[in-house]
């Protein structure tokens, strides 16, 4: 993955993506926040957030978008294929 060497987390603590055993709701929420403003500035954002989509990635925040978000983005583009692929049979 060549564009990890891009990554602007290079060097940080994995803890601050992946998050530490035990952690509660409020801590994760801030910890997110923190991690998602290190992806903000990252170069290789979308590489990194494509990566993890095509995979399954469950845990941490990956192209500035935790687990939840993810799963959004994977429905949000699956619903964009289909609809192409729906008007590609129509046309
Ligand atoms: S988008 Fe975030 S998690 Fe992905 S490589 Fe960049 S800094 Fe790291």
Redesign the pocket.
Same mark, same amino acid.
């Given at each position: 993955m060549d564009?990890?060497d891009e990554?602007?987390?290079q060097g940080e603590d994995l803890v601050l993506?992946f998050g530490p055993d035990g952690e509660r709701q409020a801590e994760r929420d801030i910890r997110e926040e923190i991690?998602k403003e =290190?992806?903000s500035w /990252?170069p =290789?954002?979308a590489a /990194?957030?494509n990566y993890a989509l095509t995979r399954p990635e469950k845990d941490g925040?990956?192209?500035?978008l935790n687990e939840n978000e993810r799963a959004q983005e994977r429905r949000r583009r699956q619903r964009r294929v289909s609809y192409a692929k729906a008007l590609e049979m129509a046309s």
């Open positions: 564009w990890q990554a602007t987390c993506f991690a =290190v992806c /990252c =290789v954002r /990194c957030l925040i990956w192209g500035g």
